[in-house]
């Protein structure tokens, strides 16, 4: 079964305070893992798309790399508009994304 | 450019009755997707519209759920007789046939929150 898991649930960073967002995924055929940023009160918005493993991709502060198994979310030095929560989701051979329940960033000033 | 829009933004709605909510997707994007946000919960999957195929409607957790898209671009989901664990916020994503950022980047609205009472 396809299937993908975040962690940890919730983050609380001091500005400044670099660390990483995990996903693991277990999934038939990649087509792809997203990573979505979701503000409260708002739609996802897309940050990255990783294909195959080795790939890694930067914006900003952030930076998406991908393994057979995972892929980490890592956070630079983040601000205070950094937090949010990031979603991430596999794409299967059958077409559809499955999303992770969600990391949940606070960063503190 | 304008982004996907859904309306309402907030239905609150009493338990037995039907809602539709509707998506309005970027212009030229092809295909359609709904999703469900529980409180607490990751996006789940309900349907998906690619063009003129017929629609993936493996994630319709009921047969009280049904969706349509008329002439390719408006898609509404419809829910008949409501029940209290319908309350959560449905999203609505589309995507280019050929995204900037590769295969099937999804551009999702600011969503519908829905409340059963």
């Known amino acids: 079964e396809d299937q993908v898991t975040q962690s940890p649930e919730a983050l609380r960073l001091q500005e400044g305070e670099s660390s990483s967002l995990n996903c693991s995924y277990t999934?038939?055929?990649?087509?792809?893992l997203f990573w979505y940023r979701q503000d409260p009160g708002k739609g996802p918005e897309f940050l990255f798309t990783?294909?195959?493993a080795g790939e890694e991709k930067e914006k900003e502060r952030l930076k998406a790399t991908l393994t057979k198994k995972e892929s980490f979310l890592h956070i630079t030095a983040p601000k205070p508009e950094d937090s949010a929560t990031y979603l991430c989701a596999v794409r299967s051979n059958t077409g559809k994304l499955i999303f992770g329940q969600g990391t949940t960033l606070q960063v503190k000033p | 450019g304008a982004g996907v829009s859904q309306s309402p933004s907030n239905k609150v709605t009493e338990k037995g009755k039907d809602v539709e909510l509707r998506c309005d997707p970027i212009s030229g994007h092809t295909a359609l997707y709904w999703y469900r946000q529980s409180l607490g919960q990751g996006l789940e999957f309900l349907i998906y519209f690619q063009g003129n195929s017929a629609p993936d409607k493996s994630g319709l957790p009921s047969d009280r759920f049904s969706a349509e898209r008329t002439g390719g671009s408006v898609s509404t989901l419809t829910i008949q007789r409501t029940q209290q664990e319908d309350s959560a916020v449905y999203l609505c994503?589309?995507?280019?046939?050929?995204?900037?950022?590769?295969?099937?980047?999804?551009?999702f609205g600011p969503g519908t929150r829905l409340t059963v009472l």
């Open positions: 994503a589309s995507t280019h046939p050929r995204g900037l950022a590769g295969d099937n980047e999804q551009f």
């Open positions: 999934v038939s055929g990649l087509r792809g």
């Open positions: 990783l294909y195959s």
